[in-house]
Structure formats: structure tokens, C-alpha cells
């Protein structure tokens, strides 16, 4: 799998723009605030429907104008396909698939798989659970319809659930109206803790040997799940709370208040961890994201590494550079740094000046 193509009009601060990219290693290089990142958020865009950082779609519309576009060519397992975006101020966002539009959003979701790596996400073991259920959410929802799917309904069912706790606040007498949604919930968030049990568990052995690789054998990290309530429980649980939910006017129980631990032996990284020790075990977990993709599509995943590299120390380089040959991968750094020509075959490198772009091999 791989880009051979990328179009933006009116996205971020590019007018027009248009990029071809090599199949192997691109390098997006310019000062800070050119435009660099704005190029790998379309990609994303137009792969997932979101952006990496949680933008609105009228945040993406250059300034002024009402719309922007996002037109992106790519080759999967030898068969040419487009994706067209149309981002709009004032409504939803409109797809199209090889030409057909779509109806919604998520019929876009594991067509093409995007592996975004930023050093936000170096930080994401010692932040808050919400950035590792994103992780969990964001994997799962390119590998697993049936999950996009049951994820969907069941925050459709929260949000509900919980705009009915602030009515019954002023209404009392629709209290008995929470069964219908305390149903769904139950149905669809015992599907997702099963499915998050189960990905953790495949993507915890492959973490553990790539930490193995990038500690010399030194540290042994695996992760665990710890799942707010475990499946046969939530009914209970659910009912159990309704007082405090009621109180509280929010749902207090369920998957969305999951999270994920990284153990060292008996040591929590997430609180107790070097922040050398948190940033190999993030790198750990995007390094692993390629391989489970691989394993379970049987094929490459394209990668973003938004200037990570400047982040990492040397040792953590050259495993990171090592560990994506073969795959597409389009970089962006400030510069043309040696240690990336002595490490990596450069194959297109494009210069990015106000939004500009101009190819220099």
C-alpha cells in the first residue's frame, strides 16, 4: 500500500498544492510553520475522517474561504484508488470513493491504513487515559468494521444516556426511560471491552519483543488491560451506579473510562518510569502498530513520522530508521539532517516554504 499522490485547494494554509510521492522514503523539510504538518493532517484526514489533532473541519478551511478540498491517489495490492474530501464550514464533510460518494464517514475507515507518529505521541504512556483509549479506538477502527461499528452505537447510546440524565436533573419522572439506553449500552460496550481485550493481548507480545530489541534485553514491558468494568460485570455495575449517574448527570461506568498500563516487572511506567523508559515504550507501541497491521491485513500500513526524530537520541534513531524500510514513509524535519542520509536512502525529498512546495530530487 501506497500514496502516489496528494492535491489540497484551500486546506490550512495551502491554496493549491499538489505532491507525488516515492512508494519508499519521502522527506517534507522546511522551517517551523511552513506547512510541513498541514500535508501529513490531509493524509490522515483522508484516511481516518479525522484529524491527528482533533481539529473541527472548519479549522481546516483555510482562512476566508468556506471550503476546502483533499483529493488523494493510492495503490493498494496493485489496484489503483482515489479518495476526493470536501470540507464545508457550515455542513458535514462529503466523500467519495474511486468517484462514488459515500454516505457516511465510516464506509471510508480501514481502506487505507495510517500509522501517524508525532512527538505528542511520545508522551502518550504518561498522559491521560483518554490519549491510550484514543490509541485503542484509532487502531482498532482501521482494522475491524464490526468495531467502528459497535463503537459507534455506543457512543451514540452515552450521548444519549447522558443528555437524558440532565433531564430527568429538572424532570424526575422520565427516570424510567434510562432502561432503553442502559440496553444498548450494555450491548455494544460488552462487545467493545472483549474486542479491546483481545487487541491488547495480540499487540502486548509484539510491544514486549521490540522493547526487548530497543533495550538490549535490559527491560521486559508488556501491557495490561484495565478495563473500567470487565463484560460480565457491566450490567451490575451499571445499575449499581444509577444514583451516583444521576447525582452526577453522567455516565460513570463503562468502556470509555478505560485505560491501558505499561509494566516494567512490578513498575507502572506511566507513573513511576523514566521518561527515557516512557519514550521507548511509545516508540515501542507505534513500531508494534506496523507489524500487527501487516500480520493481520498482509500489508504495509503507510507511515507519518511528523519530526520525531528530532525528539529521539541517537540509539532510538537508528532503530526507528531501521525498523520502516520497505514501507512508504513521508517524514518531515527541519532540515536535511546527515545521520538521515547516512541511515535512510532518500528517494524524494520536497522543500516546504509558506506553503509552497518544491521538489529537490
Request: proline share 2%; aromatic share 6%.
Amino acid at each position: 500500500m501506497y500514496i502516489n499522490s496528494l492535491e489540497v485547494g484551500n486546506f490550512r494554509n495551502y491554496d493549491f498544492a499538489k505532491i507525488e510521492f516515492h512508494e519508499k522514503t519521502n522527506i517534507l523539510y522546511g522551517d517551523n510553520a511552513q506547512g510541513k504538518t498541514n500535508l501529513l493532517e490531509s493524509v490522515f484526514v483522508c484516511g481516518t475522517t479525522k484529524s491527528h489533532k482533533g481539529s473541527k473541519d472548519k479549522e481546516l478551511i483555510r482562512l476566508g474561504e468556506e471550503e476546502a478540498h483533499i483529493r488523494l491517489h493510492f495503490t493498494k495490492k496493485n489496484i489503483k484508488r482515489r479518495i476526493d474530501m470536501h470540507l464545508k464550514k457550515s455542513k458535514g464533510k462529503g466523500i467519495a470513493i474511486d468517484g462514488i460518494p459515500i454516505r457516511r464517514s465510516s464506509e471510508l475507515l480501514g481502506l487505507l491504513n495510517i500509522i501517524f507518529f508525532s512527538p505528542e505521541d511520545l508522551r502518550i504512556i504518561k498522559n491521560g487515559p483518554a490519549e491510550r483509549r484514543r490509541f485503542v479506538n484509532m487502531e482498532l477502527c482501521q482494522l475491524d468494521g464490526v468495531y467502528l461499528h459497535d463503537l459507534g452505537e455506543y457512543n451514540r447510546a452515552l450521548m444519549q444516556r447522558n443528555k437524558l440524565l440532565k433531564q430527568i436533573y429538572y424532570n424526575p419522572s422520565l427516570s424510567d426511560t434510562l432502561d432503553i439506553w442502559d440496553i444498548s449500552l450494555i450491548e455494544y460496550g460488552c462487545r467493545i471491552i472483549k474486542r479491546r481485550e483481545q487487541f491488547i493481548h495480540e499487540i502486548s507480545e509484539i510491544v514486549t519483543k521490540v522493547n526487548e530489541k530497543l533495550t538490549g534485553n535490559k527491560e521486559h514491558v508488556k501491557m495490561l488491560y484495565e478495563p473500567d468494568v470487565m463484560a460480565e460485570a457491566f450490567e451490575m455495575s451499571l445499575k449499581q451506579s444509577r444514583k451516583r449517574d444521576l447525582k452526577a448527570c453522567s455516565t460513570n461506568v463503562g468502556p470509555h473510562r478505560d485505560d491501558i498500563c505499561f509494566m516494567n516487572g512490578e513498575i507502572d511506567i506511566r507513573k513511576y518510569g523514566s521518561q527515557g523508559q516512557q519514550r521507548t515504550c511509545a516508540l515501542s507501541l507505534k513500531l508494534a502498530e506496523i507489524e500487527l497491521v501487516k500480520m493481520i491485513l498482509g500489508d504495509s500500513p503507510i507511515l507519518l513520522l511528523d519530526d520525531v526524530l528530532s525528539e529521539l537520541d541517537r540509539s532510538r534513531q537508528n532503530f526507528l530508521l531501521d525498523s520502516i524500510s520497505g514501507i512508504q514513509t513521508i517524514i518531515t524535519c527541519t532540515g536535511i539532517e546527515e545521520f538521515i542520509n547516512s541511515r535512510l536512502t532518500l528517494d524524494r525529498i520536497f522543500r516546504i516554504i509558506q506553503g509552497k512546495i518544491s521538489i529537490e530530487k
